[in-house]
Structures are given as structure tokens and as C-alpha cells.
């Protein structure tokens, strides 16, 4: 049987300055994916803005929302970016 686990998460620019700090560990459920992280994330209001528009890299290539998450992994949480 699985157990629950955390993985460390690096947060980029807007969820940074938001979060006040660059790093944090984050628990996630038994069979955690980034979509329970991108959740647990919002529901904690952790970045103060909607998840919904954010990038997330599982050691370092973009992953999406179903991609499975190990204790191992690294996780990046990259807000949208504007410009021209």
C-alpha cells in the first residue's frame, strides 16, 4: 500500500513573491500527481493567485496535471509570463 509523501517544490516569480520564499515541501496523498499538487497549492492560497495558468516542470520538463510524482522528484511551479 502506498503512503503519503512530500515532494519539494521550487516556486518562480509571481509564486515566489507571493509565497514569500523560493522553496517549500509540499505532502501529497499516495499516488500523488501534479494535478493534487497544483490543488493542494491553491487551496492553501499558497501563491495568492489562480493555479490554473501555471507551468509545471518535474525535474526540469514540463509535466502535466496527471504526470505520477515520486518523493525523488523535483518540482517547479512557473507563473505565466508576459511580454513582447
Known sequence: MSEAFSVRVLLYGRCRE??????????????GVVGDLVERLS??????FGMESVAVAVNRKLASRDHALDPSDEV????????G
Do not use: D, F, R
Open 18 to 31: 507571493a509565497a514569500g520564499t523560493a522553496e517549500m515541501m509540499v505532502s501529497l496523498p499516495p499516488g
Open 43 to 48: 487551496a492553501e492560497s499558497v501563491v495568492g
Open 76 to 83: 517547479a511551479v512557473i507563473p505565466p509570463v508576459a511580454g
